[in-house]
């Protein structure tokens, strides 16, 4: 399926535009902030910030490339061209993988590692250089969908008494997100089944890991992603680059000392990260001892959360506020991407606002399955990262072992590999246009509208495509 760029590569405009308002400054917020107002939407948005690692897969790190971030992008990243898996307890080599060339390729970029707060401050200052406007610690306390004025839809309230209105309010404010109570009605789901694992978020700094003989070793190697498999415990670690740090998501059994809510922000004792490690290798420890104060969440496998769009008013979620993916996922970041870019291309077809309820409404149809496979493969892959000791666990042991032996890659042939490349190659634009093409079109030509586009000539063009 073709998509809607001009002949160099912009967005096209909206015949349409209107006023977003989105609540939430992370990553979604800001990604979907860009990406609406890069086909001509109006944004406003607040922002917010944590540290850690930002892992990216190919086709995200492609539509950066097409936001035109490229070059920046790659000041402040790296590029992960294997993974080495290791035993959390012992630190002997498992394998390696190699990446899939031809799937990076076909992805549009490469799977790209770098600094959580280098990513934010990118995806901010380019949100800001296209016209968003950014209100900064802008807390709101209501959502209001009664008292708007006439041309607006919905409004909020600050804790000022200011009062802000939009045509379209999206709640990219995480899993306590107060658009999603007002969606629910107050009637939130809680955060799921915990999956019995706790999630330490921190970096190491490189130049002391450089000076230090026993972890020099991850610095020297090729740009790489770590994991360690390990009786109940598991990390990811990864160098990033800008600000020369070692970033590590290390899981450990939950004991029960933290609350649902947990925060990225909240930085705990080192001490309490180090106990919970328990029996690993010495040079997890030491890069533990070397640490930054880390933060600490419970990991949850959570429920589908039935609707994202309010029944009455233009209300949407997005990133975690809709679909939580398990805290610390390779996917998290790259869904969120996702997100933004499919809004942003059905919105890019915003020829009446009667229009708006099919747009969103839209958006959760195209995005609740591929989001619900995502999260059921990442709920797995941690499961199998921190299996407990048994036969199960031996068996994976010995079948990457045997892999490695043999000249392949520790995964080649392993079922959930072959998801991981599914998961890369999906394009969030081409189901957007799918969709439009499949069913949008044909909705506004039902009601006698132009919209535009000639209809089979579009049909014939992606049949050709195909």
């Given at each position: 399926m073709?998509?809607?760029?001009?002949?160099?590569?912009e967005a096209l405009q909206t015949p349409l535009a209107v006023e977003f308002l989105i609540i939430g400054g992370g990553i979604a917020g800001l990604a979907t902030a860009i990406a609406l107002r890069r086909v001509g939407h109006h944004l406003l948005t607040d922002v917010g910030q944590v540290s850690g690692g930002v892992r990216l897969c190919p086709i995200m790190n492609g539509i950066l490339n097409s936001w035109g971030l490229g070059?920046?992008?790659?000041?402040?990243?790296?590029?992960?061209?294997?993974?080495?898996?290791?035993?959390?307890?012992?630190?002997?080599?498992?394998?390696?993988?190699?990446?899939?060339?031809?799937?990076?390729?076909?992805?549009?970029?490469s799977f790209i590692v770098m600094h959580y707060a280098d990513f934010h401050a990118l995806l901010t200052q380019h949100a800001l250089s296209?016209?968003?406007?950014?209100?900064?610690?802008?807390?709101?306390i209501e959502v209001d969908i009664e008292n708007a004025p006439e041309g607006k839809e919905a409004s909020v309230v600050l804790p000022c008494g200011e009062v802000l209105h939009a045509d379209v309010v999206i709640?990219?404010?995480?899993?306590?997100?107060?658009?999603?109570?007002?969606?629910?009605?107050?009637?939130?789901?809680?955060?799921?089944?915990?999956?019995?694992l706790l999630l330490w978020n921190t970096t190491v700094s490189l130049q002391k890991m450089r000076a230090d003989p026993d972890l020099a070793w991850f610095v020297d190697q090729p740009p790489t992603l770590f994991q360690h498999f390990g009786d109940t415990h598991a990390v990811i670690s990864y160098p990033v680059g800008g600000k020369e740090e070692f970033a590590m998501h290390i899981y450990t059994p939950d004991d029960g000392s933290l609350d649902d809510r947990g925060s990225w922000k909240k930085q705990v004792p080192v001490t309490n990260l180090q106990k919970a490690m328990g029996a690993c290798e010495p040079r997890l420890m030491k890069l533990a001892s070397f640490a930054a104060p880390p933060s600490c969440l419970k990991v949850f496998e959570t429920t589908?959360?039935?609707?994202?769009?309010?029944?009455?008013?233009?209300?949407?979620?997005v990133g975690e506020a809709a679909h939580s993916i398990p805290a610390g996922s390779t996917s998290a970041t790259s869904t969120a991407l996702e997100d933004a870019v499919c809004l942003a291309e059905l919105f890019c077809h915003l020829h009446h606002k009667d229009q708006t309820t099919m747009?969103?409404?839209?958006?959760?149809?195209?995005?609740?399955?591929?989001?619900?496979?995502?999260?059921?493969?990442?709920?797995?892959?941690?499961?199998?990262?921190?299996?407990?000791?048994?036969?199960?666990?031996?068996?994976?042991?010995?079948?990457?072992?045997?892999?490695?032996?043999?000249?392949?890659?520790?995964?080649?042939?392993d079922e959930a590999y072959g998801e991981v490349l599914q998961m890369f190659a999906y394009d969030p634009e081409d189901a957007a246009s799918d969709w439009w093409v499949q069913w949008g079109l044909l909705n506004e030509r039902s009601k006698g509208r132009d919209v535009g586009y000639d209809i089979?000539?579009?049909?014939?063009?992606a049949e050709v495509s195909e």
């Open positions: 073709p998509h809607r760029k001009t002949q160099h590569g070059p920046k992008l790659a000041e402040v990243s790296l590029k992960s061209e294997y993974v080495t898996v290791l035993q959390y307890h012992s630190g002997e080599i498992f394998g390696k993988h190699h990446w899939e060339h031809e799937l990076v390729e076909e992805a549009g970029g296209l016209g968003a406007q950014i209100r900064y610690n802008a807390h709101v709640g990219a404010d995480g899993p306590f997100s107060i658009v999603r109570n007002t969606i629910l009605d107050g009637k939130c789901p809680n955060r799921g089944i915990p999956m019995g589908d959360l039935e609707d994202w769009v309010h029944d009455e008013a233009p209300l949407l979620l747009l969103l409404d839209a958006f959760q149809e195209i995005r609740q399955p591929r989001c619900k496979s995502v999260h059921a493969f990442e709920s797995y892959n941690l499961r199998y990262m921190s299996m407990p000791a048994g036969p199960e666990q031996e068996a994976r042991d010995a079948a990457m072992k045997l892999a490695y032996d043999q000249g392949k890659g520790a995964l080649d042939g089979d000539v579009i049909i014939a063009e």
